[in-house]
């Protein structure tokens, strides 16, 4: 069974609404059309390469991860267990030769009695008990192909929102190394003209250089983040783009709900199916103690008479085999331990999830804040320093420390939309739902 987690994909570039430059005051010669430049280099990257959505990426995972191939080999082994455990044991072919070699008439061949039987042991109960044994333990990797799809589909989900989060840093550092370079060009104006210290101009150079440098930086954790998620499916690079959207914040229905629907993890699924698995194991165990009859039909010669004559026989063992009183509890203890993990499972689960509610709620709140009021606020501290600055009312550090503490919050909200989006995807993950294309 493919599963595969959900989340919008729809390509809204989010750095757009982050870097308000106002500038008029300070003379700066940005042009407007500036914060276009994000769906600028998108759409010409997305021309290059085939755009990709999430729904595709995990398809691709699912579809080509090499340890997905792993279960079908194992599918296979253990139907080859099914049929063997289905085979008839063989029959046994006896030839006895009696009252021959001996002494005086016995002392040849001539009084001699030749048996020729076949003999069968009586198990087709056992048989029937062997082969619902092995089928049931057929099962049990439908239920491991189901938690390692989910694995895999979340761990492909967290790689494509990296990659959409670090797309989106990578063109917040080019925008402010842009004002980063714009405002070196007006402080070296206004040095020439005596307005500035050369100092200024110095600490404007090093701010540049930092810039550049965070933007090399990003431009290699993105391709490293794109090699990792294309490397899912042994896909390259240079073929795909990542596209998704950001700003749809996902909803996760009330906590009960999402308790409810702990119940059908495959995880706690598959400990139920152990547990099956065992009784099944200890019905056999009890019905390969109990005795096998064996029959026994065939044919007798006497050569004395050159005279022949049916046999037939039965053997009954006596008791029964004790030995499988200590296989018998030593499965049951197995099941009592499957139904301990069940529990601790089951119990992990129940915190995981209420923290990452409790986590997602505390993202939605960030995001909310800093996008309703803290850059708000502080786009218009930004905008008045500007103004401060180039009348001399402010100095240089404390100019580029406001436009500092803006970018900072900036990417402190894109920190938050990782946060929550990573948060809803583990939520899936574990109540192992809202899992479609």
């Known amino acids: 069974m493919q599963r595969s987690l959900t989340i919008f994909t729809t390509l809204k570039p ?10 008029r005051s300070f003379g700066l010669c940005i042009i407007a059309g500036l914060t276009m430049f994000p769906l600028f280099v998108n759409a010409q990257e997305v021309q290059a390469k085939e755009a990709l959505n999430l729904s595709q990426a995990i398809s691709f995972a699912l579809a080509e991860h090499p340890e997905m191939s792993v279960f079908g080999h194992q599918r296979k082994a253990l139907d080859a267990k099914v049929k063997q455990a289905a085979v008839l044991p063989r029959p046994t072919i006896d030839f006895t030769i009696e009252d021959a070699m001996g002494t005086g008439t016995h002392s040849n061949f001539g009084a001699a009695q030749s048996t020729l039987s076949i003999a069968w042991v009586l198990e087709q109960r056992a048989i029937e ?31 494509f929102i990296e990659s959409l989060i670090l ?17 070196l060009s007006a402080i070296r104006r206004r040095v020439e003209a005596g307005k500035s210290l050369s100092i200024e101009q110095l600490q404007s150079k090093a701010e540049l250089v930092r810039r550049s440098l965070e933007v090399e930086d ?8 794109r ?47 152990k547990r099956r698995i065992a009784q099944s194991q200890i019905e056999l165990a009890r019905i390969e103690a109990r005795p096998k009859w064996q029959v026994s039909a065939g044919i007798r010669r006497y ?16 008791g029964n085999d004790s030995r499988s009183l200590g296989e018998v509890q030593v499965i049951q203890a197995q099941q009592a331990e499957y139904q301990s993990q069940a529990d601790v499972l089951a119990r992990k689960l129940n915190t995981q999830l209420f923290v990452l509610l409790q986590n997602m709620k505390h993202s939605k709140h960030v995001i909310d804040t800093l996008t309703e009021q803290v850059i708000p606020l ?38 938050a939309y990782q946060a929550i989006h990573l948060q809803h995807i583990e939520i899936q993950r574990l109540t192992g739902t809202s899992l479609s294309n």
């Open 378 to 415: 502080l786009e218009k501290a930004t905008e008045e320093a500007s103004k401060a600055y180039d009348i001399g009312r402010l100095g240089y550090l404390e100019w580029t420390s406001i436009r500092q503490e803006l970018l900072s919050t900036q990417a402190q909200l894109l920190d």
């Open 303 to 318: 050569e004395a008479t050159d005279d022949f004559g049916l046999v037939a026989g039965i053997s009954i063992p006596f």
């Open 14 to 23: 989010i750095v757009g609404r982050f870097l308000n430059l106002d500038v």
């Open 218 to 225: 990003l431009e290699h954790e993105l391709e490293a983040s």
């Open 167 to 183: 797309e989106q840093r990578l063109q917040l550092a080019e925008l402010a190394e842009q004002q980063a370079d714009s405002a």
């Open 227 to 273: 090699y990792q998620l294309v490397a899912q499916w042994g896909g390259e690079v240079s073929d795909y783009v990542p596209q998704g959207e950001l700003l749809n914040i996902p909803v996760v229905k009330d906590l009960p709900s999402q308790l409810a629907k702990l119940q059908a993890h495959p995880a706690l699924l598959a400990f139920a199916n």
């Open 129 to 159: 008990k062997r082969v619902d044994a092995a089928t049931n333990a057929v099962t049990q990797i439908d239920f491991d192909i189901e938690i390692k799809a989910l694995d895999i589909s979340a761990y492909t989900a967290k790689l």
